[in-house]
């Protein structure tokens, strides 16, 4: 309480004494140094470069910072480019908390700001009389901020006594939080123990961090206010009955916050995977014949969970049908052991039986990754129009993997995002529409892929979930079970290619 007060009495007694506007400017070019301790055992790079930020392309407007991650002995770990400027210093950088692990974390918004880094330990510094009198001569000046100060008390004690009525405080990192607004968030667990430790990702939604949970890793995802509706999306796909899957990612629980700004924020904490996104992976590195048969069947299997309506049983309700609707490597994690869990709900749709799609947006997702019939706003608004949009875009993040395959004749190639070759890293709806639509236009799968019997195997069912046809296209389960004849019998091709009939009787079954 007294924390809170003392925090009031500054914010008033700052806008009391100098009136500082805030300028927003648009974003300049800011250049930072980078460094990556991992290239350094890796790679054997261990120097710095400069690097040029890149703008966020779903919000240009938003600056980027410089920032540096390193150890209590001076050790750098990293350096690199920050798109999170809430906190940053304007010129030095500068840390001055600790984490649990003895890491520092500062960041700054000058170009090459991140050359140097300085550690000032937060101290109490006590009050004295001296630099008062050394300040204000006038008595006059003492008479006012005395009766500024009881006026603020007497205003902060009314304010604290109605808020007290109205809710619950707790205390995260000097935070106050709001308790929770779903009834999903799972009982019994409290986000007061949430450290945050390092930025991961930033993306349209939300940004993520990795974070300690009392001795736990956990990934927090944190929503902005206008982005509620897409935590209140994910909240209620994790919250359904049947979602604990292995190669769904594990939901820990949910809160609605107030940050330091008095903002409201969404958290959203799940299980932390140290690998990242499988496209981050890929660009990392190559992968082998059984890594690609480990990450695509535990992909294909956990698509398949997501697709399937499960009846419900005595103690257990019906898991309904879901589409993700933003099927793509980036929202593919992987685990220690390469096995797949997919991530990033907040656009999946829940088909209940008997009731409608509703006046649903067709056209959502990432651009690349959108079925023709999504390009060209043309989708039958049903249960199994939405499912063969997923497996579309399941078809392009299985070519991702076979491009980073070694096992061809030749070393793989650098890694690049299906169609970036052809239509370059932004490509425009019209110039989706064009070649995807009209020219039918599909990833390149090059002729020496195919002298593998296992990969012209993977190849030809990547083909059959990106056919122009959607009701052509393979449905989830019969991706799993081929990919997963593939990995018990890689050696025998006919064996598989004897199956395909099955499979798709199979597969028209199900949709």
Known sequence: MYTFTAYIILIVLGSFLGNASVVNTPPIQMECEMFDEKNCTVNKKCSSTIETCKVDQDNPDKPNTCYTLWNSTGAIKMKGCFTDNQDCSPKDCVATTETSKGLLFCCCKESLCNRNQKWIPTTTVPSTEKPKQEVYEDNTVYILIGVLALLLIGLIVGIALLMHKKRKQTLFNEVPTMEPSLPNSSPGISLSNVQLIEVKASGRFGTVWQGKMSIRDVAVKIFQSQEKESWKAENEIYNLPRMKHPNILEFIVSEERMNISNQTEYWLISTYHSYGSLCDYLKAHTITWPELCKIAESMSRGLMHLHDEINSTKGMGLKPAIAHRDFKSKNVL??????????????????????????????????????????????????????????????????????????????????????????????????????????????????????????????????????????????????????????????????????????????????
């Not at 209940?352 to 959502?364: A, E, I, L, R």
């Not at 020219?439 to 190849?459: D, S, V």
């Not at 079970?481 to 395909?500: A, W």
């Open 334 to 511: 992987l685990k220690d052991d390469l096995t797949a869990c997919i991530a990033d709900f907040g656009l999946a749709m829940i088909f209940q039986p008997g009731k409608s799609c509703g006046d649903t947006h067709g056209q959502v997702g990432t651009r690349r990754y959108m079925a023709p019939e999504v390009l060209e706003g043309a989708i039958n608004f049903n249960r199994d129009a939405f499912l063969r949009i997923d497996v579309y875009a399941c078809g392009l993040v299985l070519w991702e993997m076979v491009s980073r395959c070694d096992v061809h004749l030749m070393p793989p190639e650098d890694y690049t995002l299906p169609f970036e070759k052809e239509l370059g890293l932004n490509p425009s709806l019209d110039s989706m529409q064009d070649n995807v639509v009209m020219k039918k236009l599909r990833p390149t799968i090059t002729e020496h892929w195919r002298t593998h019997a296992g990969l012209h195997a993977i190849c030809e069912t990547m083909e059959e979930c990106w056919d122009h046809d959607a009701e052509a296209r393979l449905s989830a389960s019969c991706v799993m079970e081929r990919i997963s004849l593939h990995t018990k019998y890689q050696m025998t091709p006919l064996y598989i290619e004897s199956n395909t009939t099955d499979c798709l009787l199979n597969d028209q079954n199900h949709l």
